[in-house]
């Protein structure tokens, strides 16, 4: 097929600043020794926080500062050995050593691809990557419950997990929404703190109890008999975490994708034996093809807040920034052509 020689990219002029802006850039240049794949961007979707990453945590090799590192396209060129054939339709959550997918084309590799959940809209597909994978790797890799390493299996894992109580934080975030999905099909019971605007929503997910951030205390609650956690996974950090620290019991786990929980352990906190853990989550082909396995099942699913087209990026960021968001803001790459 005949591509154009420019396309729109969403770009992050510098590390220093949190200004973006549209500019017309060459297509990027797949390389198949690399199991690059050439992929057209429907949509893609921005992660809280992103414009700091490049200062915070700046890339391992100098490039264009593109956000959203989720995307669903099409694939345009594959890699002969490649799995996926130009015209297949994937999703991802694509590589940090390479730039993101606010942009009309793409890379992505191999090990980080799947196709496309059947049924799903564009939006919908490019909602799921980032947040299912991240709670898929706390609950079967980090957590410490189940052993098997990167491949541990999403059934027999049902067995180290039945029973435990999970404390979730954030749990209408879209991390949180998959960590309450996925710990409820792995048989435990399920915790979740949020807004009271979102508690309907959290109990939808599968978590037998809510608990409304603004009027409970942790401490407290935690003090009622039975009411202490196996393990805590934190999506917020920061306040949040430190409460949840009063709420797991002795010998058990407070993870966070946020920040080290130890930075913001309580003063006078006395458990005994409590690992904490923090992590980033790696794109992982093997996770999301399970994941996808799910949806389609109808056993999980994603959901959208709101969808952009690109030239409303500011008005996107903004709803993402403020915290207020049911689900993921998508940038539709279709719309406004």
């Not at 590390?15 to 199991?35: C, F, Q, R, Y």
């Not at 490019?126 to 947040?131: G, M, R, V, Y």
């Not at 950090?237 to 352990?265: H, M, N, Y």
């Amino acid at each position: 097929m005949s591509l154009p020689t420019t396309m729109r990219t969403l770009l992050q002029p510098s590390s220093d600043s949190k200004d973006l802006a549209i500019a017309s850039h060459p297509l990027p240049t797949a390389n198949p020794s690399l199991g690059e794949h050439l992929i057209r961007v429907h949509a893609c979707a921005p992660c809280a926080g992103e414009l700091l990453w490049p200062k915070n945590f700046p890339p391992p090799k100098p490039r264009e500062l593109v956000p959203c590192p989720e995307m669903a396209g099409t694939i345009i060129s594959a890699p002969e050995d490649s799995p996926f054939r130009p015209g297949d339709e994937v999703y991802a959550r694509t590589n940090y050593v390479r730039p993101g997918n606010a942009r009309e084309y793409t890379i992505g590799v191999t090990d980080e691809l799947d196709h496309r959940p059947k049924g799903l809209s564009w939006p919908e597909a490019a909602a799921i990557p980032l947040s299912a994978e991240t709670a898929w790797q706390a609950l079967l890799i980090h957590a410490g419950i189940v052993g098997g390493g990167e491949e541990a299996d999403f059934s027999a894992a049902r067995e180290a997990w039945s029973g435990k109580r999970v404390l979730v934080t954030a749990a209408s975030g879209g991390v949180g929404m998959w960590v309450t999905q996925l710990a409820c099909l792995l048989g435990a019971e399920v915790v979740g703190t949020c807004g009271p605007d979102n508690v309907a929503l959290v109990q939808s997910l599968g978590a037998s109890e809510v608990l409304n951030y603004r009027t409970t205390d942790l401490q407290e609650w935690a003090e009622r008999p039975g009411k202490k956690v196996d393990v805590v996974i934190d999506c917020i950090g920061r306040k949040s975490l430190e409460d949840a620290w009063w709420t797991v019991k002795d010998g058990g786990v407070v993870l966070s994708i946020f920040q080290p929980p130890k930075l913001v352990c309580p003063e006078g906190y006395k458990g005994e034996g409590v690992r904490d853990v923090f992590f980033v989550m790696e794109p992982n082909r093997i996770h999301l093809e399970e994941i996808t396995k799910l949806v389609e099942q109808g056993k999980c699913r994603s959901r959208v807040d709101s969808v952009w087209p690109l030239e409303q990026f500011q008005e996107a960021f903004k709803r993402l920034d403020s915290g207020h968001a049911r689900g993921k803001i998508i940038l539709d790459l279709s719309l406004n052509q």
